[in-house]
């Protein structure tokens, strides 16, 4: 395990991103969905109410970070050895999906060098301007956390390649053919980038981080012993059987797990003696709508729409969107991630097909063992938007 340094001079230093605005997290909370997928209990992506709370339950050190253990590993090493060297690390990309300890990560890193951090994100740098007021003002050694580090404009992107492999800036004055490009050296500091959608990050930008850590969703055991620290953490009073019914239902995520743990909180304290059983996690998520796989509302009933009423599919997103009485994009980008990964929902060219583990879940009885045979599973997240019917190419 990596020593651990100092905390002197750190916690003061930590600039929790506050601005709605320019901290939007995760697909699942893009516009354009009628949905309000924010309000959701099961949604990975953090509301302003969730950042309050969030702050005070993350881990400060790697060695209490639990889960993810490559990611955490390696990282270890990466940092340590830059301990050691007296040098910044390589910068850092940590991508995954909303809710699984990015941010968490990124101020980790900066605590486990006994550094300051710096947090900005991609949607709040427009201009490359932005950028070079944020660079310029870095002390030596400092990190700075770009979240959302894909939404970041192009021109700032190339300022960033510059910057993170000569520690250097080009200020452009004037404009024109009379327009000079006065050169800015940076101290050297380190960038802890962040995305939930690493594809979408070009090449060039990609190389400059010497390190990548992809997080994935967490198993059961990783989220009981998350719970047991947040409950410590919150001063709930929880018992091994109700942290696990949680942990069960909480999509491998830490925040929705850690949210999940808030509700039933407030429903033992109202019906009980706000002890977080087995009982008490049962009832309260069956009010919040949230079932022993940890689906919804939205998600089932898109799985008995698929099921039910389109005979287990194929069937075109928007079709299928019309049956739910929702938009094709919120079904899409709200719904669908988690039933495709969980082995629920199959994309194919020619639609969206229920797999045996949807028809398993709904108690029912698939029509046909070959159905899924020829489904064609295409990448999640590819082809937004766009009807699957279209594609024509089926059946390999
Ligand atoms: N390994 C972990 N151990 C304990 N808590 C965790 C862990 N990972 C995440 N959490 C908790 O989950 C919540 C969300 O984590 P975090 O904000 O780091 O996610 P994120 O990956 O940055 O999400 P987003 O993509 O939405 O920005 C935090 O409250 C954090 O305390
Ligand atoms: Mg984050």
Redesign the pocket.
């Known amino acids: 395990m990596t020593e651990v340094p100092s905390q002197r001079g750190f916690a003061s230093e930590i600039r929790e991103p506050e601005a709605a605005g320019s901290f939007r ?2 697909g699942s909370t893009e516009p354009g969905g009628s949905y309000e997928a924010t309000a959701r209990v099961v949604d ?3 509301t302003d109410d969730d950042r309050v ?2 702050a005070a ?3 400060r050190r790697l060695a209490e ?4 253990p490559r990611v955490r590993d390696q990282l270890g090493l990466v940092l340590e050895a830059a301990r050691r060297r007296g040098s910044p690390p390589d910068h850092v990309l940590l991508s ?1 999906p ?8 990124a101020m980790i890193v900066a605590a486990e060098l006994d550094r300051p951090i710096r947090v900005t994100s991609g949607p709040a740098i427009q201009h490359a301007g932005d950028l070079a007021a944020v660079l310029s003002s870095l002390d030596e050694g400092e990190v700075l956390f770009l ?1 959302e580090i894909h939404r970041m404009s192009r021109p700032a992107e190339e300022m960033l390649y510059l910057a993170m492999e000569d520690y250097r800036v080009d200020v452009i004055v004037g404009k024109g053919p009379g327009a000079t490009a006065i050169p800015l050296e940076l101290p050297a500091f380190t960038v802890v980038g ?1 995305t ?1 959608r690493a594809g979408l990050l070009p090449a060039p930008l990609r190389d400059r981080f010497g390190f990548t850590g992809h ?1 994935d969703y967490y198993d059961v055991a990783d989220l009981v012993t ?1 719970l047991h ?1 947040s409950a410590r953490l919150l001063a709930v009073d929880a018992d091994e059987a109700g942290i696990s019914e949680i942990a069960g239902r909480s999509r491998g995520t ?2 929705i797990a ?1 949210r999940l743990l808030r509700r039933v909180r407030d429903w033992a304290q109202v019906h009980g003696e706000g002890h977080v059983d087995h009982p008490a996690a049962r009832a309260a998520l069956a009010l919040f709508d949230v079932d022993d796989a940890g689906l919804d509302r939205l998600d089932r009933a898109v799985l008995e729409a698929l099921c039910g009423r389109f005979g287990g599919g194929p069937v075109g997103l928007s079709t299928l969107a019309i049956a739910v009485g929702e938009e094709a994009d919120t079904v899409e980008t709200v719904a669908e991630p988690y039933l495709v990964r969980e082995g629920y929902v199959v994309r194919t060219p020619r639609g969206r097909s229920a797999a045996a583990r949807a028809w398993r879940h709904l108690g029912l009885t698939a029509p046909s063992p070959g159905l899924q045979q020829d489904a064609l599973p295409l990448e999640t997240g590819s082809g937004s938007g766009q009807e699957p019917g279209t594609s024509g190419r089926f059946g390999r």
Do not use: H
């Open positions: 997290s995760g990975a992506g953090g709370v969030e339950l993350r881990p970070f639990p889960g993810q995954g909303p809710g699984l300890g990015k941010t968490t990560l979240d962040a939930t997080l998350i620290r830490p925040r850690n």
